[in-house]
């Protein structure tokens, strides 16, 4: 007898299982199957009333990380935004079909909202496009408004808007953002990979028409936020620089100005400022030339602040000491060219050591210093100093500056070279070269970006970059000296602080006249540079002024208060003590009165004719005035003397075959207190 097999429990489970997930699966199908359903007939629904619905891929743009200043002051941050667009064929739809919306009325309706002309909007409306943009970066008050009218076709995407606080205030820093949320200038530029973030993306399903656009997201991925940069600029400074460049524009009525301050032991930069200026919240009403940072870009002859260079490099070469003895009669002469000083009309030094010399800014003795160091000793410390190429700052459009080509330097070249002539610098240049003076002979690489924080907390801390050893100590240690008797008692003197160590060096040199190629004897780059405290320096300015038109074109009578202003400034915020009152131990000149002389309208002899040239009266005239004087009229001249012309060969008003010679005699003119221009001033 067979023993029935005992039926399995677990199989009545699987089937009853089995039946169950059948079940499910249909009726899901059936479901998605209705969905289906309903959205066609929906999408059929909506298409019969002017609605379409598609699907639209979006970037999402992310949040731009922050700038701050040295203290944690915001100065660029972003805030949210929305695109307002419109889908001109939804409008097209719904008029054809009798609906009541009117393009002219929504132009005109969105043009006051926006600040756009309706005329603009309405030809975009015009367009056969399924989406056209209407405007950029609306603020949300305003999207708010445009919701209200319930606008068939119309909609939004996010977006960025660079925002800042201070306006202004380093704005040439800073730089700008476009509207793509990239950065366009400045730092901004610069720093864009780390300041942008990475982009996310949404899907969306859009219905347009009704009551405006209808969204629903499906795909998305959340945009990660830039990183935040933590700047050198330190605002109290950058305050004290901008308040004197309004200064400074309101009484030089310059063509140019920029103020730079650094700390020379760092190369870390505490302000930089520029005019003209511009506000970055508002750029695109602005001149690009307005917007460039002077600080980084402007090439020019520095003039008398380079005979901190020229006098490093000697002394450091040994060709000279402090006390090294030179004469100056008031001109040097090399080959054809005569080089004269800022007041050979009015007095002759004789001999000067070169100690006297910076103290006096003598063209005449730099000159000689040049020449005793030679052309390569020259170009190697040009090179050291790190003119002819950027300085490698984190800013974007920097500029090398020029430099005249070694193997096409000749003497001439070599002496005008000596006291700022002939080679281009930039600021930021020139002020690197000499904070290496001020912290015992080192090169740094100047830089704006103290650190970079990054959203998951990684810290990137930028620290001072040496270059390279310039100048010894001992070398650096006898030019601050040097450069503080030039402020105790030489023409820097208004830049004396009381109970603070001041080293300076005043500049003005003669710009090149574009439409002779010849300097000019009324266009001038004032300049002054200074750091303080002498024998351990916090803090290295270099003002520069570019054609000040006024009372005075000297750097030292227009930069030196303001290098003070600056200084004394930051001293007390760094909570260095300055002494409130101290006698000045600087002798003015005394107070007097003269009578210059000056040249007369001439009445020739005869009226020349072709080939020949009146003789001008130069009487009263200093030697380049004598000189561009008889350029004109096409003559040539050989001297004696110093001073103003006293006398000359032929007379005034003789006529002689152009390329004749005269002969000038010249005289000093003592107790002059209104000091003539020369071909680099102090």
């Known amino acids: 007898m067979k023993t029935p097999k005992k039926r399995s429990r677990f199989k009545g489970y699987f089937r009853r299982e089995k039946v169950v997930y059948l079940f499910l699966v249909v009726l899901i199908l059936v479901v998605v199957g209705k969905l289906f359903s309903l959205q066609v007939v929906q999408a059929s629904n909506l298409k019969a009333v002017g609605i379409e619905r598609r699907t639209q891929d979006q970037s ?35 008029i054809s079909d009798g609906k009541n919306y009117n393009k002219e009325d929504i132009s005109i309706k969105l043009g006051d909202i926006l600040g756009l002309k309706s005329a603009d909007i309405l030809n975009k409306l015009n367009q056969d496009l399924a989406s056209v943009s209407l405007a950029h970066q609306v603020e949300l008050t305003k999207v708010d408004q445009i919701q209200a009218l319930k606008i068939p076709g119309v909609g939004f995407n996010d977006e960025q808007k660079r925002a800042y606080p201070m306006d202004t205030l380093a704005s040439a820093v800073l730089g700008i953002v476009n509207l793509s949320g990239h950065g366009a200038e400045g730092l901004e530029y610069y720093y864009d990979k780390e300041l942008y973030g990475t982009p996310g993306y949404a899907s969306q399903q859009q219905d347009s028409g009704l009551s405006s656009v209808l969204e629903t997201l499906h795909n998305t991925q959340t945009p990660q936020k830039g990183a935040d940069l933590t700047l050198t600029l330190d605002s109290t400074i950058q305050y004290l620089v901008e308040q004197q460049l309004d200064d400074l524009a309101k009484t030089t009525h310059a063509n140019r100005i920029s103020i730079l301050a650094m700390d020379p032991m760092t190369g870390k930069v505490l302000a930089m400022g520029s005019r003209p200026n511009f506000n970055p919240n508002d750029y695109n009403k602005t001149d690009p030339e307005n917007r460039k940072n002077l600080n980084i870009s402007m090439s020019y002859e520095p003039g008398s602040t380079f005979k901190i260079i020229t006098g490093s490099a000697a002394l450091e070469e040994g060709a000279i000491t402090p006390d090294s003895k030179f004469e100056d009669p008031g001109y040097y002469k090399v080959g054809t060219r ?25 063209n005449v003795v730099l000159s000689q210093v040049g020449t005793k160091l030679g052309i390569p000793p020259f170009y190697t410390y040009l090179k050291a100093f790190g003119f002819g190429s950027k300085t490698g700052i984190d800013i974007a459009g920097e500029e090398s500056g020029l430099l005249v080509p070694q193997n096409q330097a000749r003497t001439i070249d070599l002496a005008t070279m000596s006291f700022g002539q002939a080679n281009l610098v930039t600021p930021i ?188 009266d130069l009487t009263g005239l200093t030697l380049r005035q004598a000189g561009d004087t008889l350029a004109k009229s096409e003559l040539h001249f050989n001297f004696s003397g110093t001073g103003l012309a006293q006398s000359q060969t032929p007379a005034p008003g003789q006529v002689v075959n152009k390329g004749s010679t005269v002969e000038i005699k010249f005289s000093p003119l003592n107790d002059l207190t209104n000091p003539m221009q020369g071909e680099s001033s102090p």
Not at 346 to 362: A, C
């Open 338 to 362: 005569v080089i004269t000083n800022w007041d050979s009309d009015q007095t002759v030094h004789g001999w000067l050591d070169f100690t006297q010399g910076m103290e006096l800014s003598d």
């Open 429 to 616: 240049q020139l002020l690197s070269a000499i904070s290496a003076v001020a912290n015992g002979g080192t090169l740094n690489k100047p830089y704006v970006v103290d650190k970079i924080v990054y959203p998951d907390g990684t810290v990137q801390q930028n620290k001072p970059v040496p270059i390279r050893k310039v100048i010894s100590k001992t070398t650096a240690d006898q030019m601050t000296g040097i450069l503080e008797k030039v402020v105790n008692q030489g023409t820097g003197h208004l830049a004396q602080i009381p109970g603070i160590r001041v080293a300076g060096k005043t500049g003005t040199a003669q710009k090149v006249d574009s439409k002779t190629g010849q300097y000019s004897t009324t266009d001038f780059i004032a300049s002054f540079t200074a750091f303080a405290p002498a024998d351990d320096p916090k803090i290295a300015v270099l003002i520069t002024i570019d054609t000040p038109r006024g009372d005075s074109h000297q750097g030292g009578t227009l930069g030196g208060p303001i290098a003070r202003a600056i200084i004394e400034g930051a001293l007390q915020h760094y909570g260095i003590p300055v002494a409130k009152e101290t006698q000045s131990a600087v002798s003015t000149l005394p107070a007097g009165s003269f009578t210059r002389p000056a040249p007369q309208p001439v009445t020739p002899v005869r009226q020349p004719l072709e080939g020949e040239t009146i003789v001008p």
């Open 60 to 94: 999402l743009q992310p949040e731009r990380g922050q700038i701050l200043d040295a203290q944690g002051h915001v100065l660029a941050q972003s805030v949210p935004v929305k695109e307002v667009y419109a889908d001109p064929r939804t409008l097209n739809t719904l």
